[in-house]
């Protein structure tokens, strides 16, 4: 087996457009917290390469481009796995929906970063073990749909070690980094840079890696004392400890042997008619603003067919003691319901595809309305997430 790891950052060198929010109307130039691209490649069996990006997402084409240049460095035969971690103010490197458009510039600073990362990684010889401990954690995300569990905010922490020896820690967390006020005057990777940040300087020597869960209806809207960059902090340094606190436990490793399953198809989805839908009684003056926000935002999406085609692509990522489902949707966490014993949902990847609510959701909300998928589409990636 072989392995390597690498990271570097990402900060935009010109004044940029931040993505997330329509109601953007000022480009930034300043970064706090810095934004990365980091990077994990093993080689056991077949050839993985797993990215992480700060960014809202990467559309299918640019994806394609960021993988023609890891198969440069690495080997034409190296699987790329590219997962961001959806935070709300980074420049766009996606392109979907009629509205959001890719950041040219932006795009190529990435791709030459995304080069010299894989360039200066070091890659070893090792036999690799793998361990999985979870929790349900709260403290910053909760459910933003009133009335609705916060039974599937779960925190994830898949430990490596060489030998006896912790040498990394993969963590799967499933919240918005939308800490930070809309017009904040700053880029950031949210609550998920501090974290990191907290975790390498109290574990010297160790790498980590964040994934975005199943985040589709999950928030700090309800945990948040405000949204200063001193809330960012504080809530990131919340979620380190819940880490650290994983990282504690017995560790019980099994040799990591891990295989691959691709599952790639076409969606044609189909805009909603917001004059079929109606925000529940019960909902807060925020779901209901943002209801009628979802309103204009499909007003704007009528004239464009990029909404309706989207092609997909799933990998199934077997890792021994878990199995990694990477895949583009912002599903609603209540997904994990579906999965086997030991499966992790992994949203944000392989491309961005917007809003999938769950099948038994019956509440009209911001997210249900911009969804483009029927039961059929939802269906579908139910059996492949359920393996059947």
Known sequence: MKYGHNAICINPNTMMMPV????????????????????????????????????????????KLFEGTVKEVLGADVTLILSCTHTHYAPSLTQAFGYIKTNDSYVKFVQSRLRALMMNMKIRDATLNIDSNQMNQTLIGRNRISGTSDDHVILHVLRLYERNQRIGNLIIYNCHPTISDVQVGHFTADYVGVML??????????????????????????????KTYEEVIRMGRLLADSVSELMKRNPKPK?????RKRFEYTVEGKLK?????????EASDREK??????????????????????????????????TLYFNPFELFSTYSKYLPVNGILIGYS??????????????????????????QHKQQLIDIISGK
């Open 273 to 281: 008619d917001p004059q079929q839908f109606t925000v529940a009684v």
């Open 350 to 375: 392989q491309g961005y595809a917007g809003y999938m609510s769950d099948r038994t959701t019956d509440k009209a909300s911001y997210e249900t309305l911009l969804e483009i998928y029927d039961d």
């Open 255 to 259: 040799e990591l042997k891990m295989s």
């Open 289 to 322: 603003s943002e209801f009628e926000n979802a309103r204009n935002i499909i007003e704007e999406w009528s004239v464009h067919a990029s909404p309706l085609h989207q092609e997909i692509t799933i990998d199934v990522i077997n890792m021994g003691l878990s």
């Open 197 to 226: 940040e907290v975790l390498t300087k109290m574990h010297p020597g160790e790498f980590f890696m964040f994934f975005q869960g199943p985040a589709g209806d999950i928030s700090t809207r309800f945990t948040r004392k405000n």
């Open 20 to 63: 997330g929010y329509m109601e953007r109307q000022n480009p930034v130039s300043t970064t706090k917290g810095d934004l990365y691209a980091r990077a994990l490649y093993i080689e056991e069996n077949e050839k993985i390469c797993f990215v992480t990006l700060d960014s809202l997402g990467v559309s299918n084409q640019v994806q």
